[in-house]
């Protein structure tokens, strides 16, 4: 993402402009969990708390309640799918297939 951005604050053409800068493949949380198991060799499981929980665990954390209301939806939003928008966006601008979570958490972190 850092590359394709680069690209448009570099490069001419872009004014007025946006773009959906997200990977071409989308990834769920478990997905996520599974890449940091295989790479790691340690279990790692995602565990997506329902709405009552999610909402009483941010209470009990002293999250304001307006903003329990607002990550609520998010966490519902993201769960149902709303932000799941995959694009070649990124791949266009930066000529070559972009890295992907397994690569990039080697890259990143000592595994």
Same mark, same amino acid.
């Given at each position: 993402?850092?590359?394709?951005?680069?690209?448009?604050? +570099?490069?001419? =053409?872009?004014?007025?402009?946006?773009?959906?800068?997200?990977?071409?493949?989308?990834?769920?949380? +478990?997905?996520?969990?599974?890449?940091?198991?295989?790479?790691?060799?340690?279990?790692? +499981?995602?565990?997506? !708390?329902?709405?009552?929980?999610? %909402?009483? +665990?941010?209470?009990?954390? =002293?999250?304001?309640?307006?903003?329990?209301?607002?990550?609520?939806?998010?966490?519902?939003?993201? %769960?149902? =799918?709303?932000?799941?928008?995959?694009?070649?966006?990124?791949?266009?601008?930066? =000529?070559? !297939?972009?890295?992907?979570?397994?690569?990039?958490?080697?890259?990143?972190?000592?595994?």
């Amino acid at each position: 993402m850092a590359e394709a951005a680069a690209h448009v604050l +570099t490069s001419p =053409g872009h004014e007025n402009k946006s773009y959906n800068f997200s990977g071409s493949r989308s990834y769920t949380f +478990t997905d996520i969990a599974a890449i940091l198991s295989h790479i790691s060799g340690k279990r790692i +499981t995602y565990v997506s !708390p329902d709405d009552a929980t999610f %909402r009483e +665990t941010m209470t009990a954390a =002293g999250v304001p309640p307006m903003y329990v209301g607002m990550f609520a939806m998010f966490m519902n939003a993201t %769960r149902l =799918g709303e932000f799941d928008s995959p694009s070649d966006t990124i791949k266009n601008f930066i =000529g070559h !297939p972009e890295l992907g979570p397994e690569e990039y958490f080697k890259q990143v972190y000592s595994f």
